[in-house]
């Protein structure tokens, strides 16, 4: 993008929806002035009904847009609302979104006037839709609602970047290569050659290699163009040692810069096998948590600081080396800190158990779409979690999920997990939640008892439900609750077939009445 302006400050909110509320000459003093991100509805601490964050609801903020030139573009774009939105310009209809947990942007530019201030109006739906993942029967989670996470505004030149993928390959030996997926936009469909200029930098801001290449933009609005590039030494990416890079991307049209972008990445090298996880060619137990994005009281509307604070929490307070993203994509700042610390992320698509009709299991697929073009340049992302978690074999769906999946992104596994054994596979990896431990037997059922592929094997869950325990339980209890996730992890240890376990769970959570306890809380 040629400019991006961070949107986060002084809107306008009402906890209800009128039609009226559309229009730019509306008077809006009877709203209330709110900072991103957002939480539709401050929640008690327990015993409140979920019903309370699922309304409709209005966002309004003027917002100020420079001029620009006749092949220039703006777009907004929100990091996530949850759950489906709608958005306005000036009073008329510019786009929408369905899915809370991935992010989107709209052009705005047919109805923006610039250098003067435009009304943008968000409707924002907040209730379990069953169109949309993952709603349409029970889930195990709360949905909190709004605008909870960052928004901005994009200036675009008419040719530019909407997704940039980096791959890295071959990062053991003396040859290492990088992949640039660039995804590029041209919107009046016009053939084009454009140079590409490509620079790859240390940390610490040392360029280390620099090359360019000129594109032979098709007759396409949107087109794939992959690049790949051999370069000399670099520094791994690994759990002690996370190295990050830099790549910086200029392209230039008659000697003029008409779209930067820079993206941060490491080189490393994941692998499963019957025998184990290796990352760059090293035995690793992958030894982890899973975690909701969820805080207290404001739901799912924290800050960088706080997403942050749980990455370093895992790695540092818990003494886990991987985190399972459950059940759905999460923060940006959350991914970063994982990067920079050295934590193994595991990132699954929104869903648990219920797997919808056509239009459900559409925007399912568009989820990992979303999921992947948003996280793939992470080096912490070790595995793309493409199945709805604990769904029953939904044999044509998964061949599409894992296709697609496969598509956008070769340099990883896929997995999808389940609770029922000698399910149907697709996916490169057997990942299953394994909850067969009761204090006295072995921690782990072997995988032959759960599957007779030759895939190799991940616990994605295990304890949590099986032995509620609360802090304030007495210390017997939790010694025992201890004591079984230390059972889990030598029954992983001493089994090479078992790549490695995630718990359940990082922390308490705020759940429907059919799955806490009686204050409507997750104490697992």
Known sequence: MLKKVHLNYDWKYRSDFKEEYISSAYQDDSFELVNLPHT????????????????????????????????????????????????????????????????????????????????????????????????????????????????????????????????????????????????????????????????????????????EQQLNLGEAINEKITIEETLKAIKLWDLDQPNLYYLKVHIIQEEKIIDKHRATFGFREVEFTNKGFYLNGKKVKIRGLNRHQSFPYVGYAMPKSAQYKDAEILKYDLGVNAVRLSHYPQSNHFMDRCDEIGLLVFDEIPGWQHVGDKQWQDIALENVREMILKDMNHPSVFIWGVRINESQDYDDFYKRTNALARELDDSRPTGGVRC?????????????????????????????????????????????????????????????????????????????????????????????????????????
């Not at 929100?78 to 369905?98: D, I, P, Q, R």
């Open 40 to 211: 539709n509805k401050v929640l008690p601490y327990n015993n409140f009904d979920e019903k309370l964050y699922q309304f409709e609801s209005c966002y309004r903020k003027e917002i100020w847009i420079d001029e620009i030139a006749e092949d220039e573009r703006v777009y907004i774009k929100f990091e996530g609302v949850m759950t489906f939105a709608k958005v306005y310009l000036n009073g008329k209809y510019v786009g929408e979104h369905k899915g809370g947990y991935t992010p989107f942007r709209i052009d705005l530019t047919d109805e923006l006037v610039p250098n003067r201030g435009n009304v943008l109006v968000v409707y924002v739906d907040s209730h379990e839709r069953k169109d949309i993942p993952p709603f349409g029967f029970l889930i195990d989670y709360l949905t909190y609602g709004g605008i909870y996470r960052e928004v901005s505004l994009l200036y675009c030149n008419d040719i530019h970047i909407k997704n940039l993928g980096i791959r890295t390959k071959d990062v053991l030996t003396d040859r290492p290569k990088i992949n640039i997926d660039l995804y590029m936009h041209n919107q009046y469909k016009k053939k084009k050659q454009v140079t590409c200029r490509f620079e790859i930098l240390e940390k610490d801001g040392h360029s280390i290699h620099q090359f």
């Open 420 to 524: 029922i054994a000698n399910s149907n596979v697709f996916e490169d990896v057997y990942t299953y939640n394994d909850f067969s431990h009761t204090g006295n037997n072995n921690g782990l059922e072997n995988k032959k008892a759960i599957t007779k592929t030759d895939k190799p094997y991940l616990v994605t869950e295990y304890n949590g439900h099986m032995f509620p325990t609360k802090k304030f339980d007495n210390e017997s209890r939790r010694i025992e609750h201890a004591l079984r996730h230390l059972n889990v992890l030598e029954a992983m240890e001493k089994d090479d077939e078992i790549s490695g376990a995630f718990g359940w769970c990082m922390f308490d959570y705020n759940t429907h009445k059919d799955f806490g306890s009686g204050d409507k809380v997750c104490y697992h």
